[in-house]
């Protein structure tokens, strides 16, 4: 089975901008979470959606949102970036939340200058 | 709140010693625990999970974490570390939030081996 893929792998953005990032679940999984990793805070969850609808949000502001397609494939978009929106963005997905194992994909480099 | 603490953030260590990677973590219900392990420019990858049973779980290159329930802990242990163990280990608990369960990442640490 082909893993958790996210694209794009890196991206170059301005303040102000913003942003989609893709991912693509392991196939027949429904559970996608996000999180953004940071030197300075670390790992940190964003959202989890499952069928189409977010189950649980970490605490971040409202300029972050997400969605779930049918398909299982998840986007996240950032309005209006700033400066220390710059990090890594993984995406995990899952068979469903009894399972608890999440497999991550690879990362989205997202740097805001 | 759930939290997870990784006592420490650098461990340097020579190869084919031994290596303890400690995570304490502070709930009060039931968890799951992981630990996972990241190479650079990569994303996570699974070491290893205690959902329930043996608390001693193994991977597959030779590492096990032990569930301690009295002491809150669930420390990475390898009795021979090589080389390419180099990267940074992270420590996660998965609880309950609101109506689906939650990961939890410890601050991580980056294991390095010496040639």
């Known amino acids: 089975k082909a893993g958790v893929t996210q694209t794009p792998r890196y991206l170059i953005k301005t303040r102000g901008q913003q942003v989609t990032l893709s991912c693509s679940p392991i196939?027949?999984?429904?559970?996608v979470s996000w999180y953004q990793q940071t030197p300075g805070q670390g790992l940190q969850f964003l959202f989890e959606y499952f069928s189409e609808t977010q189950r649980n949000k970490g605490n971040f502001p409202g300029r972050f949102s997400g969605r779930q397609f049918s398909n299982s494939r998840s986007e996240m978009n950032v309005s209006t970036l700033e400066l220390g929106d710059s990090a890594l963005y993984l995406c995990?997905?899952?068979?469903?939340?009894?399972?608890?194992?999440?497999?991550f994909g690879p990362g989205t480099r997202l740097t805001v200058l | 709140a759930q939290s997870v603490t990784q006592l420490d953030s650098q461990v340097p260590v020579f190869e084919e010693a031994p290596v303890e990677l400690r995570c304490n973590y502070s709930s009060s219900v039931s968890v799951y625990l992981f630990w996972y392990v990241q190479y650079p420019n990569q994303g996570l990858q699974l070491l290893l999970k205690y959902l329930s049973g043996s608390t001693l779980v193994e991977s597959i290159n030779g590492f096990e974490a032990e569930f301690n329930k009295s002491q809150t802990s669930f420390h990475l242990r390898k009795p021979s570390v090589h080389i390419s163990d180099t990267a940074e280990y992270f420590c996660?608990?998965?609880?309950?939030?609101?109506?689906?369960?939650?990961?939890?990442f410890g601050s991580g640490t980056q294991l390095t081996v010496l040639p």
């Open positions: 196939s027949g999984h429904r559970s």
């Open positions: 995990a997905s899952s068979l469903d939340q009894s399972t608890d194992t999440q497999y």
């Open positions: 996660a608990v998965s609880i309950y939030s609101g109506s689906a369960r939650q990961l939890t």
